[in-house]
Nanobody, 116 residues
Framework: QVQLVESGGGSVQAGGSLRLSCQASGSTFSIDVMSWYRQVPGKQRDLVALINGGGMTRYADSVKGRFTITRDNALNTMALQMNSLKPEDTAIYYC??????????WGQGTQVTVNS
């Protein structure tokens, strides 16, 4: 079992930056793919960025060049550096870990609000 705790959300002006973190505890040796999703009320939860065990990353087109995903396997953490934030980035952001045996774990979500 893996438990995830997110931090770093908040409110920022357009053009500003925020850094989200996700701390894992429990059976962390089994973690493979780490990712960030976001969701606006009434809409589906969408992938923002992911990073696999080998460090390969993938980003949604809407955040390419502005967001950077990183992971620290020794500390069992993942981060999302968000720069040049836009009002349309406003959402609840969730971290998601997938274990090598394909179990999925979600964090509780953290609100990001970008004011125009």
């Amino acid at each position: 079992q893996v438990q995830l705790v997110e931090s770093g959300g908040g409110s920022v002006q357009a053009g500003g930056s925020l850094r989200l973190s996700c701390q894992a505890s429990g059976s962390t040796f089994s973690i493979d793919v780490m990712s960030w999703y976001r969701q606006v009320p009434g809409k589906q939860r969408d992938l923002v960025a992911l990073i696999n065990g080998g460090g390969m990353t993938r980003y949604a087109d809407s955040v390419k060049g502005r967001f950077t995903i990183t992971r620290d396997n020794a500390l069992n953490t993942m981060a999302l550096q968000m720069n040049s934030l836009k009002p349309e980035d406003t959402a609840i952001y969730y971290c998601r870990f997938v274990s090598r045996d394909l179990k999925t774990y979600w964090g509780q979500g953290t609100q990001v609000t970008v004011n125009s």
